[in-house]
């Protein structure tokens, strides 16, 4: 019998399982969205990256041609949407087809259109606006999610930035933020001229920036659905941010940790109602579906604010699909799934979300973004499989076996690594080498590297093994690039 409104999650599992849809997720690879098509019938990835080597029975990894050089995840879909091995894939299953993505623009809803490929997320113009930090400022004020004691404008000069500082009454020891850009690339640090002057050429661009009063803080980062029945609710998750082990960016987000004490009953609850709210002002705005808030937790005195918006997907969603919650009922992205069908539902957001704060419901787990921090530019000659490592006792890591299924570790001495840089790509100061996850904590309690992670970092990097760039170049020339594809 055929499910006419999905009411609780059964059903929900139900309709999923049952899917005859053809669902693709396209993307550089798919790291985001890891695991969903054992719980999506018909789901599939198109991915630039092979980082299974053919081995995954779900990736479609088209074969390579020449482009033009890629700036953005954007222009890679564009590319995959527009090659004769997606087309025919996509041509030949048939059944409407559906097409997700990290990230995408207009030019992609144009691309898919032609190809017949109908988009289940927001209109990209709608997630541009969105995505703008100032316009989550807005947003959340509407919502009465405070940010961080702030003032929106331009900062074209020194002096501007400091009049409007002095104004707004937040000090001289200020973060900077430009509307658009990844994490560590578009925060800027300033006191003082000098500071001010290395960033100048960026910050003199821009018709108006956030600039915030600088608190200490711990960064964290909750994923939510926004549904008309109401706004669902993740776990919080820890931020691993700006670890010189990890990444050359000062800021730069290069992981998460999701455990039961990762924070108090009270931040917990806090961050909740935040993301409840600020859900349901997203669907005022016109946006529905999934979405990501980074919150600033301030140590002083352990006040949550906003932080970033991330309208779609993103890097923590790799961990909240995984999460004790989501086996015990359903991935949060399935609710996406189901807020785009065109299916009928009438869900109780209130009872998921109650039952989703239950810390029986949050278990440990881990995952680094290791990139190469080198200043160097070499070629890779080899590099670590996707699969499962082992960590011996004195610390060295070693390649177990090949999987696809993060739920493969047994044990904290076991993790899996899915290789993003490998042999014959470009291995430059900032590239993504490979994503690690394990059970258990990487980070101490005064949130910095502990030992079993920096082991873990140790050994995949030594599993590397490069040639300059001048003696490769005068052998040949390398297959692929390496991109920041998170």
């Known amino acids: 019998m055929q499910i006419k409104t999905i009411r609780n999650v059964s059903d929900l599992r139900v309709v999923m399982h049952r899917n005859e849809r ?277 140590e002083k005195d352990g006040e949550v604010y906003l932080g970033e918006l991330n309208p779609r997907i993103c890097g923590a969603s790799s961990i909240t699909n995984h999460s004790a919650f989501a086996y015990a009922d359903a991935p949060l992205f399935l609710f996406h799934l189901m807020e785009f069908s065109g299916l009928k539902y009438k869900i109780d957001v209130e009872e998921l979300n109650t039952r989703w704060a239950q810390k029986e419901f949050i278990d440990s787990w881990s995952q680094l973004v290791i990139k190469s921090t080198s200043e160097n530019v070499d070629i890779v000659t080899n590099a670590p499989p996707t699969g499962v490592y082992k960590m011996a006792i004195d610390g060295t890591v070693s390649y177990d076996r090949f999987d696809y299924d993060r739920q493969a570790i047994e044990s904290e001495r076991e993790a899996f690594f899915l290789r993003i840089t490998g042999p014959g790509d470009y291995r430059y100061e900032g590239a993504d080498l490979g994503i690690l996850i394990t059970r258990g904590r990487v980070m101490g309690d005064d949130f910095d590297l502990n030992d079993r992670a920096r082991n873990w970092i140790r050994g995949i990097k030594k599993l590397y093994a490069a040639k300059p760039l001048v003696e490769a170049q005068r052998e040949e020339a390398p297959a692929a690039g390496s991109f920041k594809i998170l």
């Open 22 to 298: 053809p669902i693709y997720f396209i993307s550089a690879t798919n790291f985001n969205l890891l695991g969903i098509d054992q719980w999506v019938r018909n789901f599939k990835f198109v991915s630039y990256i092979d980082c299974f080597d053919g081995r995954h029975p779900k990736v479609i990894v088209p074969s390579r041609q020449p482009h033009a050089e890629f700036e953005s995840i954007e222009d890679i879909n564009n590319y995959l949407l527009q090659h004769k091995d997606v087309v025919d894939q996509v041509q030949r299953r048939g059944g409407k087809p559906v097409a997700t993505f990290l990230m995408f623009d207009e030019e992609t809803e144009a691309i898919c259109k032609d190809i017949g490929l109908e988009v289940w997320f927001p209109k990209a113009k709608l997630r541009q606006r969105c995505d703008n930090k100032m316009e989550t400022v807005r947003i959340g004020n509407k919502a009465k999610v405070a940010s961080v004691p702030n003032t929106l404008g331009p900062a074209k000069t020194f002096e501007q930035l400091m009049t409007s500082a002095k104004k707004a009454g937040i000090g001289t020891d200020l973060v900077v933020q430009t509307a658009f850009g990844d994490s560590g690339h578009t925060t800027f640090f300033i006191s003082n001229e000098q500071e001010y002057d290395r960033h100048a050429k960026e910050l003199g661009a821009e018709s108006e920036v956030k600039i915030m009063k600088r608190i200490k803080c711990r960064g964290a980062t909750m994923e939510a659905c926004a549904t008309r029945s109401g706004t669902l609710v993740g776990p919080l998750l820890t931020e691993v941010v700006g670890r010189k082990e990890l990444t050359p960016y000062k800021g730069g987000w290069c992981g998460n940790e999701i455990f039961p004490g990762a924070f108090s009953e009270r931040i917990r609850n806090k961050a909740r109602d935040m993301a409840y709210r600020f859900g349901n002002q997203l669907i005022k705005e016109g946006y529905r579906g999934y979405f990501d808030l980074d919150f600033l937790i301030d």
